[in-house]
């Protein structure tokens, strides 16, 4: 069975920091492309990064430069490092999985992702 399990997320203050696991079971995932999403109250979900199936990466705009996408491939896991962390970022985290192949220019569209998990929380709040 596939599945995705997120953890790491809490409550930090703003400029701070988190760092997000998604581990993997079932399948490898070095063979998929992966994303991490997040989805706000009241707002649509949002591709955050992604590291595409030539093993690329990529930010949305508002993320560039804070967050680092890395995986590690003998522990399966994929994580999302959030750095200098605004209020804005606060959201449900979900990290999802393509067994399409997905290029730069489209791994950040949750709509073309498979395998999801089940969210972890982030709150940045003083």
């Known amino acids: 069975q596939l599945q995705l399990v997120e953890s790491g997320g809490g409550l930090v203050q703003p400029g701070g920091s988190l760092r997000l696991s998604c581990a993997a079971s079932?399948?490898?995932?070095?063979?998929?492309?992966i994303g991490w999403f997040r989805q706000a109250p009241g707002k649509e979900r949002e591709g955050v990064s992604c590291?595409?199936?030539?093993?690329?990466?990529t930010y949305s705009d508002s993320v560039k430069g804070r967050f680092t996408i890395s995986r590690d491939n003998a522990k399966n896991t994929v994580f999302l490092q959030m750095n200098s962390l605004k209020p804005e970022d606060a959201a449900v985290y979900y990290c999802?999985?393509?067994?399409?192949?997905?290029?730069?220019?489209?791994?950040?569209?949750?709509?073309?992702?498979?395998?999801w998990g089940q969210g972890t929380q982030v709150t940045v709040s003083s």
């Open positions: 590291i595409s199936s030539s093993d690329g990466s």
């Open positions: 079932g399948f490898t995932l070095d063979y998929y492309a």
């Open positions: 999802a999985a393509s067994g399409s192949y997905l290029g730069i220019a489209t791994c950040l569209d949750h709509r073309l992702y498979d395998y």
